[in-house]
């Protein structure tokens, strides 16, 4: 009876440990989406550019890449013209690049631009606004990211999130399925617990989908459901 009852307390260690860790990550992605749509706010286009790429963190020693994919929808050539404001150590500091080209029908191309820790603001987020403007009747579009930039001697950005990404899912789903076995007779707050506990997964591997495509609006509702559920959690294991 003592091993089971070590084997629930160490399952909801891990589980809330996989919690708070994903909790993290997605507020990191959401608050550098947020910061970058505030960046520059004078200039803003018809559409969205869904192609925009971006880490979601990067090392202070290494240089990340910002990309995107621009491609002619039309039935006859057209000319590009690729605008990226990046952010130059300050918010008011602007480091601007640009690149014209032109796309035969159908035809797509990739435009990337190099950042470093240098260029971050606050000397923590490196702030992007990328827009694209092609001639009619497309829409002029427009992408925003941010990258936070941390100071660690190994890794790179990348590895540390999705080595922060596989941890948080492992304590998470493992912590939860344990807790649910290491209970054969699951009734009452049990049963409430469980399921909370399986929401609680779920939401966590929405907001972590949603926040990495760039789509934080989404990843900020996931992440408040995400804070009152863990109320209601706490709520049923104090009784």
């Not at 796309?103 to 606050?122: F, K, Q």
Request: with cysteine; charged share 15%; proline share 3%.
């Amino acid at each position: 009876m003592k091993d089971n009852r070590t084997v629930r307390i160490l399952s909801l260690v891990a589980f809330s440990i996989g919690l708070l860790l994903a909790t993290i990550l997605i507020g990191i992605t959401v608050w550098g989406d947020l910061e970058a749509i505030l960046f520059d706010p004078g200039i803003q286009q018809e559409a969205k550019l869904g192609s925009l790429r971006c880490p979601v963190m990067m090392t202070s020693r290494e240089a990340a890449t910002v990309r995107a994919r621009v491609k002619n929808s039309l039935d006859r050539p057209t000319d590009v013209f690729v605008r990226a404001r990046i952010t130059q150590g300050f918010v008011t500091l602007i480091r601007e690049e640009t690149t014209q080209f032109s796309l035969a029908p159908g035809e797509s191309r990739r435009v990337e631009w190099a950042v470093g820790s240098e260029d971050a603001a606050y000397k923590r987020l490196v702030l992007v606004k990328m827009t694209v403007q092609s001639g009619y009747p497309l829409p002029n579009r427009q992408g925003t990211c941010g990258i936070l930039v941390l100071n660690t001697p190994i890794l790179t950005g990348n590895q540390l999130y999705f080595l922060g990404v596989t941890i948080s899912l492992i304590c998470a789903i493992g912590g939860g399925i344990t807790w649910f076995r290491s209970h054969p007779h699951r009734l009452g707050l049990k049963v409430q617990i469980a399921r909370l506990m399986v929401f609680l997964s779920f939401v966590v591997i929405i907001g972590l989908v949603v926040s990495l495509l760039g789509l934080w609006v989404v990843g900020l509702v996931a992440l408040i459901v995400i804070l009152l559920t863990v109320g209601v959690f706490i709520g049923y294991l104090t009784q």
